[in-house]
Nanobody
Framework: QVQLVESGGGLVQAGGSLRLSCAAS????????MGWFRQAPGKEREFVAA???????SYADSVKGRFTISRDNAKNTLYLQMNSLKPEDTAVYTC???????????????WGQGTQVTVSS
């Protein structure tokens, strides 16, 4: 099990940028596959991006070309760089850890609390 704590959310104007961080506890972070998910009010949780333990990545079509997922294993930290933000990106963003590389939420047993991102038009 790994404990996850997100930070970096906030209010930004459309077209702006934010970088989210997800700090992980434990000494085995480098062996986990990591994902970012988001949930807007009244909507289902949706996949945003994932990165494998070997740094392979996958993105939702809605964020491809605008968001970049990365990890720093020395710092036990996952990142999500979000550029060209749109009002429809407004959501609670949550990081998750899994032994399986997945683009759906079910295989992720460990979740953070989430951080709010609000994009104003």
């Amino acid at each position: 099990q790994v404990q996850l704590v997100e930070s970096g959310g906030g209010l930004v104007q459309a077209g702006g940028s934010l970088r989210l961080s997800c700090a992980a506890s434990g000494r085995t972070f480098s062996s986990y596959n990591m994902g970012w998910f988001r949930q807007a009010p009244g909507k289902e949780r949706e996949f945003v991006a994932a990165i494998s333990w070997s740094a392979s990545t996958s993105y939702a079509d809605s964020v491809k070309g605008r968001f970049t997922i990365s990890r720093d294993n020395a710092k036990n930290t996952l990142y999500l760089q979000m550029n060209s933000l749109k009002p429809e990106d407004t959501a609670v963003y949550t990081c998750a850890a899994s032994r399986v590389f997945a683009v759906v939420s079910a295989p992720y047993p460990d979740w953070g609390q989430g951080t709010q991102v609000t994009v104003s038009s």
